[in-house]
Protein backbone atom coordinates (compact mmCIF):
# COMPACT_ATOMS: atom_id res chain seq x y z
CA UNK A 1 0.00 0.00 0.00
CA UNK A 2 2.79 2.48 0.95
CA UNK A 3 4.67 1.78 -2.32
CA UNK A 4 1.22 2.43 -4.73
CA UNK A 5 0.96 6.02 -2.42
CA UNK A 6 4.47 6.83 -3.42
CA UNK A 7 3.72 5.81 -6.93
CA UNK A 8 0.38 8.29 -6.62
CA UNK A 9 2.43 11.01 -5.32
CA UNK A 10 5.59 10.80 -7.73
CA UNK A 11 3.08 10.90 -10.77
CA UNK A 12 0.82 13.80 -8.69
CA UNK A 13 4.56 15.56 -8.58
CA UNK A 14 5.55 14.74 -12.48
CA UNK A 15 2.29 16.16 -14.19
CA UNK A 16 2.91 19.43 -12.00
CA UNK A 17 6.65 19.49 -13.13
CA UNK A 18 5.53 19.03 -16.62
CA UNK A 19 3.12 21.62 -16.39
CA UNK A 20 5.33 23.83 -15.21
CA UNK A 21 8.83 23.24 -16.81
CA UNK A 22 8.57 24.51 -20.39
CA UNK A 23 10.94 21.67 -21.39
CA UNK A 24 8.85 18.62 -20.22
CA UNK A 25 5.74 17.32 -22.28
CA UNK A 26 2.82 14.38 -21.42
CA UNK A 27 0.80 13.71 -23.69
CA UNK A 28 -1.95 12.22 -22.36
CA UNK A 29 -0.97 13.48 -18.77
CA UNK A 30 -1.90 11.47 -16.02
CA UNK A 31 -1.76 7.83 -17.52
CA UNK A 32 1.28 8.67 -18.75
CA UNK A 33 2.50 10.37 -15.56
CA UNK A 34 1.54 7.34 -13.91
CA UNK A 35 3.97 5.40 -16.17
CA UNK A 36 6.34 8.00 -15.93
CA UNK A 37 6.67 7.36 -11.66
CA UNK A 38 6.65 3.41 -12.49
CA UNK A 39 9.53 3.35 -15.22
CA UNK A 40 11.63 5.84 -12.85
CA UNK A 41 10.67 3.45 -10.26
CA UNK A 42 12.13 0.33 -11.99
CA UNK A 43 15.26 2.32 -13.49
CA UNK A 44 16.50 3.74 -10.21
CA UNK A 45 16.49 0.14 -8.47
CA UNK A 46 17.85 -1.47 -11.54
CA UNK A 47 20.32 0.80 -13.92
CA UNK A 48 21.15 3.15 -10.85
CA UNK A 49 23.29 1.06 -8.86
CA UNK A 50 24.95 -0.10 -12.27
CA UNK A 51 25.92 3.40 -13.23
CA UNK A 52 26.92 4.58 -9.41
CA UNK A 53 29.48 1.64 -9.05
CA UNK A 54 30.78 1.90 -12.76
CA UNK A 55 31.10 5.97 -12.21
CA UNK A 56 32.12 5.78 -8.40
CA UNK A 57 35.83 7.49 -9.41
CA UNK A 58 34.11 10.36 -11.46
CA UNK A 59 31.67 10.88 -8.19
CA UNK A 60 34.15 10.87 -5.37
CA UNK A 61 36.00 13.03 -7.11
CA UNK A 62 33.37 16.01 -8.04
CA UNK A 63 32.18 15.25 -4.60
CA UNK A 64 29.12 13.40 -5.39
CA UNK A 65 27.75 16.04 -7.44
CA UNK A 66 28.35 13.49 -11.05
CA UNK A 67 24.50 11.85 -9.33
CA UNK A 68 23.13 14.50 -10.36
CA UNK A 69 23.90 13.82 -13.67
CA UNK A 70 23.43 10.04 -13.19
CA UNK A 71 19.77 11.10 -12.01
CA UNK A 72 19.60 13.19 -15.32
CA UNK A 73 20.44 10.50 -17.64
CA UNK A 74 17.80 8.21 -15.80
CA UNK A 75 15.36 10.68 -16.65
CA UNK A 76 16.78 11.06 -20.26
CA UNK A 77 16.38 6.99 -20.74
CA UNK A 78 12.21 7.70 -19.70
CA UNK A 79 12.09 9.67 -22.30
CA UNK A 80 13.29 7.43 -24.89
CA UNK A 81 11.06 4.40 -23.92
CA UNK A 82 8.26 5.96 -23.21
CA UNK A 83 6.49 7.48 -25.99
CA UNK A 84 4.23 10.32 -24.59
CA UNK A 85 6.41 12.17 -22.09
CA UNK A 86 9.17 14.29 -23.66
CA UNK A 87 12.39 15.89 -22.32
CA UNK A 88 13.87 18.20 -24.39
CA UNK A 89 17.47 18.51 -23.25
CA UNK A 90 19.97 16.96 -20.60
CA UNK A 91 19.76 20.54 -19.13
CA UNK A 92 15.80 20.26 -18.53
CA UNK A 93 16.35 16.68 -17.43
CA UNK A 94 18.55 17.84 -14.44
CA UNK A 95 16.58 20.32 -13.59
CA UNK A 96 13.03 17.97 -13.47
CA UNK A 97 14.98 15.17 -11.71
CA UNK A 98 16.28 17.59 -9.01
CA UNK A 99 12.58 19.30 -8.66
CA UNK A 100 11.60 15.97 -8.64
CA UNK A 101 13.75 14.51 -5.93
CA UNK A 102 12.84 17.78 -3.45
CA UNK A 103 9.33 17.45 -4.00
CA UNK A 104 9.01 13.64 -3.31
CA UNK A 105 11.54 13.80 -0.08
CA UNK A 106 8.86 16.56 1.34
CA UNK A 107 5.39 15.05 0.35
CA UNK A 108 7.06 11.44 1.21
CA UNK A 109 7.95 13.11 5.01
CA UNK A 110 4.80 15.01 4.50
CA UNK A 111 2.36 11.99 4.26
CA UNK A 112 5.13 9.60 6.95
Do not use: E, R
Not at 7 to 18: H, Y
Not at 29 to 38: D, E, G, I, K, Q
Not at 90 to 106: G, K, R, Y
Amino acid sequence: MKFVLKLLLSSIIICLLANLLPGVSLSPPYTNALLVALVLVLLNNLLKPILVILTLPITIVTLGFFLLIINALIIFITDKLLIGFQVSSIWTALIFSVLLSISQSILYKAVK
